[in-house]
């Protein structure tokens, strides 16, 4: 496939509703669309347009390192006229594919995304830690680009944001912010994350936190007064939590999970369902805001299965919800339909991830 003729066929794609583009040698191109797999009606790759392919993107994200070498690679690539894509490189029974997902040109803001006000009101924190949670394709990292955005336009701070890859492009407003993109700009979010403290930030965003050193870093840097924003790939406070505490050693985790429970401020989770009478689908969010009961079960872990009944009972006076109360919520809109509400809640996250996988 030519460049060019690649460019099109991404524009059609975005223009097709697709959230993920997948495409390998020798099968159809798959699209995404509304959480439904579809194929796409064109002739197969072969393995030398799939090579032809990945150099060009590489040669135009300018990535280090020859095609032969590629086992795996997240980078980015840019279509005039639609907009950027985060690219997953891989190599796939011998030979190469790729999945693309279309980032929106403009960040949403809190009324498009459909997040309650607690939500927002955790982005005008000054410190702590504040984890935005979900599986694979559930906008965190577009939750995570309005949390930045709302600092960006409302408050004067230096935000550091270390990606990979870099999704949103912020520009300056009342903040200076500065992007940095592990394996660009940086050897790793751990590298990164040492230096931060010498560059004077206020707020520091982390695209992940998957390694011990990593959180560790993270958590330091909250305990030294700094505002910390980090996406966590599970669905669920609980779920969130046991994944972060998890990464470490079992000899040292009652110590992390004592700090996460002192420098935690809060947890969006979210998750997407089908809307009922329109083609797309609708963030459906959990929020734990802390407090000095929940401090005390998230730093045991045996009391973890209370966190449910800790938001829904703290609404009123923390703005903590569950999966359930805004489930209801969008069914009693006509946003949803009472079988998405029965399919949905009450049900184990970790349950439906395992599903979603098998």
Not at 7 to 18: C, M, P, Y
Not at 62 to 86: I, P, Q, S
């Amino acid at each position: 496939m030519h460049p060019w003729t690649f460019d099109q066929f991404l524009t059609a794609s975005v223009n097709a509703g697709a959230s993920d583009i997948h495409i390998k040698a020798h099968a159809q191109p798959i699209l995404r669309v509304h959480g439904i797999l579809k194929e796409v009606k064109l002739e197969p790759m072969s393995d030398e347009m799939m090579q032809g392919l990945v150099g060009h993107i590489l040669e135009y994200s300018r990535c280090r390192g020859a095609v032969d070498e590629l086992k795996e690679l997240d980078t980015f690539y840019h279509v005039d006229d639609c907009g950027r894509f985060r690219v997953h490189l891989l190599r796939e029974n011998g030979g190469f594919a790729m999945v693309l997902r279309p980032i929106p040109g403009e960040i949403p803001g809190w009324q498009q995304l459909g997040l309650p006000e607690s939500a927002r009101k955790l982005a005008q924190l000054n410190g702590g830690l504040v984890l935005v949670a979900g599986g694979t394709g559930s906008g965190k990292s577009t939750t995570l680009a309005a949390m930045v955005n709302e600092m960006n336009l409302q408050t004067r701070k230096h935000i550091v944001t270390i990606e990979n890859p870099i999704e949103f492009i912020h520009e300056d407003h009342l903040s200076w912010v500065t992007q940095r993109e592990v394996g660009r700009d940086t050897e790793s979010f751990a590298t990164a994350l040492r230096g931060v403290l010498r560059q004077d930030p206020d707020v520091i965003l982390l695209s992940e936190m998957n390694d011990p050193d990593t959180v560790d870093a993270a958590l330091n840097a909250v305990e030294n007064g700094h505002f910390v924003l980090s996406a966590v790939p599970k669905c669920g406070a609980a779920q969130a939590i046991k994944h972060l505490v998890d990464i470490f050693h079992p000899q040292v985790r009652k110590g992390v999970r004592q700090r996460l429970a002192e420098v935690l401020r809060g947890i969006v989770s979210q998750r997407l369902v089908c809307r009922l009478n329109e083609a797309g689908r609708v963030l459906v969010a959990e929020v734990m805001v802390m407090s000095p009961a929940s401090r005390e079960l998230v730093a045991e872990p045996s009391r973890a299965s209370e966190l449910k009944n800790y938001m829904e009972r703290g609404r009123q006076e923390y703005g903590t919800q569950s999966f359930d109360q805004h489930l209801m919520d969008l069914y009693k809109r006509g946003i949803i339909s009472l079988e998405t509400v029965r399919m949905v809640a009450g049900r184990n996250p970790a349950d439906q991830e395992r599903e979603k996988r098998s």
